[in-house]
């Protein structure tokens, strides 16, 4: 079965750090690229970073560039997402996906990515 197993959540105070990990199975991700994306409750799903199978080209969502930096393991099929300077409207349920497609990890909407962690809970507190 193919499954995207997230994890690293947890609660930090602003400014502090955390780092999400996210191992793929089931098949190659070689090829695949790889992102993140939060939902806070009420609101929709949002784009955090992606980054592509040859793990050289990266993209931020606006609100978290400068501050986060998303990285992969192409040999594990894992990738991470290292959160620094945390802020309170950083708290959201985040999840790892992952695309097969040309130019996969331009894309920002998540109707577009094919497989999808469970979610791993993020809290940041002032």
């Known amino acids: 079965q193919v499954q995207l197993v997230d994890s690293g959540g947890g609660l930090v105070q602003a400014g502090g750090s955390l780092r999400l990990s996210c191992a793929a199975s089931?098949?190659?991700?070689?090829?695949?690229?790889l992102g993140w994306f939060r939902q806070a409750p009420g609101k929709e799903r949002e784009f955090v970073a992606s980054?592509?199978?040859?793990?050289?080209?990266?993209i931020y969502g606006d609100s978290v560039k400068g501050r986060f930096t998303i990285s992969r393991d192409t040999a594990k099929d894992t990738v991470a997402l290292q959160m620094d300077s945390l802020k309170p409207e950083d708290t959201a349920v985040y999840y790892c996906?992952?695309?097969?497609?040309?130019?996969?990890?331009?894309?920002?909407?998540?109707?577009?990515?094919?497989?999808w962690g469970q979610g791993t809970q993020v809290t940041v507190s002032s």
């Open positions: 996906a992952a695309k097969f497609s040309a130019a996969a990890w331009l894309a920002r909407e998540p109707n577009l990515w094919d497989y």
């Open positions: 089931g098949r190659s991700f070689n090829s695949a690229a």
């Open positions: 980054v592509s199978g040859n793990g050289f080209a990266r």
